[in-house]
């Protein structure tokens, strides 16, 4: 599922391929992406004008376009960004193309289309981020530390609510939590202020490492390189791996480095 880190290198591939140029033609091949707007409205609101803002919130990408208009985007589990040429063939799961002058083509690509595109205005935006907690790269620490606090869930539970902080999946919630040597089943309301600091400052180093790599890297030495291993030891002291199932997700720790109940 794309993460924070993911849709960061997707904003990244809008800019390079689509900030500030004409869209000359939208081509919708399955309307299935598009929520609270038609293939012909889309079009309508696109065509012929640019889009000239860009920013991210979370898994949220949003496009301003001249007109008022804010395209947003989301990616579910499987979606992505791919900038090619118009006249490359199109690939089964490419869902809207989006033509900018002669040379290139933004595609939304889904294979299971969990999410996908809308088409909104300021008021719409506001609604439908309300629901978001604040973005986890921006946030500052005294934000995390009172969301976490008033939590009585458990601390995997609260990293990956997107209404406690926006951004922060399966994948980047273990890996946080192991750096910080803390249990994923331990409760977030329990945690000390020391706690909350050490996992305040491993979640800003996960992200920074990770958004410069464009994903969660499966590195030797992390412990997402380990997640796929037949027989999975930590990577930093060696002990077997434990895996279990948090909110509906394959969860994994060290007993030994992340003590806990």
Same mark, same amino acid.
Request: contains cysteine.
């Given at each position: 599922?794309p993460?924070?880190p993911? =849709?960061?290198?997707?904003?990244?591939?809008?800019?390079?391929?689509?900030?500030?140029?004409? =869209?000359?033609?939208v081509?919708v091949?399955?309307?299935? =992406?598009?929520?609270?707007? #038609? *293939?012909?409205?889309?079009r309508?609101?696109?065509?012929?004008?640019?889009?000239?803002d860009?920013?991210?919130h979370?898994?949220?990408?949003?496009?301003r376009?001249?007109?008022?208009?804010?395209?947003?985007?989301? $990616?579910?589990?499987t979606?992505?960004?791919?900038?090619?040429?118009?006249?490359? *063939?199109?690939?089964?799961?490419?869902r809207?193309? $989006?033509t900018?002058? @002669?040379? @290139?083509?933004?595609?939304?690509?889904?294979? /299971?289309?969990?999410?996908?595109?809308?088409?909104?205005d300021? #008021?719409?935006?506001?609604r439908?981020l309300a629901?978001?907690g604040?973005? *986890?790269?921006?946030?500052d620490?005294?934000?995390?530390?009172?969301a976490?606090?008033s @939590?009585?869930g458990?601390?995997?539970?609260?990293?990956?609510?997107?209404?406690?902080?926006?951004?922060?999946?399966?994948?980047?919630?273990?890996?946080?939590?192991?750096?910080? @040597?803390?249990?994923?089943?331990?409760?977030?309301?329990?945690?000390t202020?020391?706690d909350?600091?050490?996992?305040?400052?491993?979640m800003?180093?996960?992200?920074?490492?990770?958004?410069?790599?464009?994903c =969660?890297?499966? /590195?030797?030495?992390?412990?997402?390189?380990?997640?796929?291993?037949p027989?999975?030891?930590?990577?930093?002291?060696?002990?077997?791996?434990?895996?279990?199932?948090l909110?509906?997700?394959?969860?994994?720790?060290?007993?030994?480095?992340?003590?806990?109940?």
């Amino acid at each position: 599922m794309p993460e924070l880190p993911d =849709v960061e290198a997707f904003r990244k591939v809008f800019e390079s391929c689509a900030l500030r140029r004409v =869209v000359r033609r939208v081509d919708v091949r399955d309307a299935g =992406v598009l929520h609270r707007v #038609s *293939a012909r409205g889309l079009r309508d609101a696109l065509e012929g004008r640019r889009f000239t803002d860009l920013e991210r919130h979370g898994k949220w990408l949003l496009a301003r376009i001249g007109g008022g208009h804010i395209l947003m985007l989301h $990616f579910g589990m499987t979606g992505r960004l791919v900038c090619g040429h118009p006249d490359d *063939a199109a690939e089964p799961h490419d869902r809207v193309l $989006f033509t900018l002058g @002669r040379d @290139r083509q933004l595609r939304y690509r889904d294979q /299971r289309k969990l999410q996908g595109l809308w088409l909104a205005d300021d #008021s719409e935006v506001a609604r439908l981020l309300a629901r978001q907690g604040p973005d *986890a790269m921006a946030v500052d620490r005294k934000e995390f530390e009172a969301a976490l606090s008033s @939590r009585r869930g458990t601390l995997k539970t609260a990293l990956t609510d997107q209404s406690v902080l926006a951004g922060l999946g399966n994948l980047l919630a273990d890996e946080i939590l192991w750096r910080a @040597r803390l249990r994923p089943t331990g409760r977030a309301g329990d945690l000390t202020e020391a706690d909350r600091r050490r996992l305040y400052t491993q979640m800003r180093r996960t992200l920074r490492s990770s958004v410069t790599a464009g994903c =969660v890297p499966p /590195r030797d030495s992390w412990l997402t390189g380990h997640r796929d291993d037949p027989d999975p030891h930590c990577p930093r002291c060696g002990t077997p791996l434990r895996r279990c199932r948090l909110a509906g997700r394959t969860t994994m720790w060290c007993p030994r480095c992340q003590p806990g109940p």
